[in-house]
């Protein structure tokens, strides 16, 4: 098993959703892996992929893709531990740990009964199952496991 660095833990919301996995994290590997593949087509290959479509239709929807792509790799989110966080602002979970003093939610006395968390119905399974395992497993043995799971089932 990898030694969990402070990083990995601290981008682990309280809810179990591995934010550097979001593509709205700032420090995930989706706006790593957007900066690096704008950087390769520069900022003129809109020209080129014009001349392109002529053999690659696909190339007709190179403004849409470039616009998508500068997107991700910019998002505005720093996970939700931070104060700088933009995902789900109906979410509650970040606010209530910190004012618990815990770092996940499988700690506090309340869990799974919560019903406080201002999750929506389709995460609330995932937020559940995910405090589950922390709690069972262990933490590092969680971040470990999040990396074989899909981030969007």
Same mark, same amino acid.
């Given at each position: 098993m990898q030694k969990t660095t402070a990083t990995s833990r601290k981008l682990i919301a309280p809810c179990g959703l591995d934010c550097s996995r979001c593509v #709205? +994290?700032? !420090? #995930?590997?989706? !706006? %790593?892996?957007a900066a690096q593949i704008a950087e390769i087509l520069g900022p003129n290959f809109q020209n080129y992929a014009q001349r392109l479509a002529a053999f690659n239709p696909a190339m007709k929807n190179y403004p849409q893709f470039r616009e998508l792509l500068d997107s991700l790799s910019s998002p505005? +989110? @720093?996970g939700c531990r931070s104060e700088k966080r933009t995902c789900l602002p109906q979410c509650n979970v970040a606010d209530c740990v910190k004012s618990m003093e815990i %770092?996940? +939610?499988?700690? +506090? !006395? %309340?869990f799974p009964e919560c019903g406080k968390t201002g999750l929506p119905e389709v995460l609330l399974g995932?937020?559940?199952?995910?405090?589950?395992?922390?709690? @069972?497993? #262990?933490?590092? !043995?969680?971040? %470990?496991?999040q990396s074989t799971?899909?981030?969007?089932?």
């Open positions: #709205g +994290c700032s !420090a #995930g590997k989706t !706006a %790593e892996n505005s +989110c @720093d %770092e996940f +939610c499988y700690e +506090c !006395a %309340e995932r937020w559940q199952q995910n405090n589950e395992i922390m709690k @069972d497993r #262990g933490v590092d !043995a969680y971040i %470990e496991l799971r899909p981030r969007y089932p």
